[in-house]
């Protein structure tokens, strides 16, 4: 319930105020049944924003420490981000990683939308950094379609280390849906699910005129904090 309250009442009027949201191929996300919308991640407000733009309710795979940031912003978010029934996921080991894949599973079982970024977590820089496997184990497993999604002009708003965003309009572009019911049967081999990953990514990358890179974001990060303390 809390969710439809802050799409239509409390956030996504605002939102739609001030960013204006211009969806694109938004007829590509089916009326019903299961999907994975996968996209780049480019800012804090991609989150915000997709759901503003989509009828349908659309559930994010979101990182624990959304949940867990310090101070005033910190405990709003999590308010948001708890009462909109998003996922939280550790990252902090394998464990982890398998409790956010039955935690999603779960809602594609229940035939509804599944938000995920192959990236694992938002791009330092703006350009579109190399897919993680895990968005291809859902698919493969609960054998729905991916739609491709890409946000556009959200780096410009809300870049990474930006306390308050920008008012400017962005675009949310869907593509057709991807289907991998071939790799039936072969849905565990390492060289099938990534495949399926860059396959997902180059159509993402279609869509957004990112730059690729061909590295993970987090090791990028990671060598990035690194210089920093050095």
Same mark, same amino acid.
């Given at each position: 319930?809390?969710?439809?309250?802050?799409?239509?009442?409390?956030?996504?009027?605002?939102?739609?105020?001030?960013?204006?949201?211009?969806? *694109?191929?938004?007829?590509?996300?089916?009326?019903?049944?299961?999907?994975?919308? $996968?996209?780049?991640? =480019?800012?804090?407000?991609?989150?915000?924003?997709?759901?503003?733009?989509?009828?349908?309710?659309?559930?994010?795979?979101?990182?624990?420490?959304?949940?867990?940031?310090?101070?005033?912003?910190?405990?709003?978010?999590? =308010?948001? =981000?708890?009462?909109?029934?998003?996922? +939280?996921?550790?990252? +902090?080991?394998? !464990?982890?990683?398998?409790?956010?894949?039955? *935690?999603?599973?779960?809602? =594609?079982?229940?035939?509804?939308?599944? $938000?995920?970024?192959?990236?694992?977590?938002?791009?330092?820089?703006?350009?579109?950094?190399?897919?993680?496997?895990?968005?291809?184990?859902?698919?493969?497993?609960?054998?729905?379609?991916?739609?491709?999604?890409?946000?556009?002009?959200?780096?410009?708003?809300?870049?990474?280390?930006?306390?308050?965003?920008?008012?400017?309009?962005?675009? /949310?572009?869907?593509?057709?849906?991807?289907?991998?019911?071939?790799? !039936?049967?072969?849905?565990?081999?390492?060289?099938?699910?990534? $495949?399926?990953?860059? *396959? /997902?990514?180059? $159509?993402?990358?279609?869509? +957004?005129?990112?730059?690729?890179?061909?590295?993970? !974001?987090?090791?990028?990060?990671?060598?990035?904090?690194?210089?920093?303390?050095?």
């Amino acid at each position: 319930m809390f969710y439809y309250v802050l799409k239509y009442v409390l956030l996504g009027p605002l939102l739609r105020l001030l960013f204006r949201p211009q969806a *694109e191929g938004i007829e590509h996300v089916p009326a019903e049944g299961a999907a994975i919308v $996968a996209g780049n991640h =480019l800012s804090f407000a991609d989150p915000l924003l997709m759901p503003a733009v989509l009828k349908r309710r659309i559930t994010f795979l979101a990182k624990a420490e959304y949940f867990t940031a310090p101070g005033l912003k910190g405990r709003l978010t999590a =308010l948001v =981000l708890r009462g909109a029934g998003q996922i +939280s996921v550790d990252r +902090s080991g394998r !464990a982890a990683a398998q409790a956010a894949l039955r *935690e999603g599973l779960g809602v =594609l079982a229940k035939g509804e939308l599944l $938000a995920i970024y192959p990236e694992g977590t938002r791009s330092p820089d703006g350009r579109l950094y190399k897919g993680k496997v895990g968005v291809a184990v859902m698919a493969l497993a609960a054998q729905v379609p991916v739609v491709p999604c890409a946000m556009v002009g959200t780096f410009g708003i809300w870049p990474p280390g930006r306390l308050l965003p920008r008012l400017r309009p962005v675009v /949310i572009r869907f593509g057709q849906p991807l289907d991998f019911s071939r790799f !039936a049967g072969v849905a565990h081999h390492k060289t099938v699910l990534r $495949a399926v990953t860059d *396959e /997902i990514t180059y $159509a993402v990358l279609r869509l +957004s005129g990112q730059e690729y890179v061909d590295r993970y !974001a987090a090791d990028v990060k990671a060598g990035q904090a690194k210089g920093r303390r050095g």
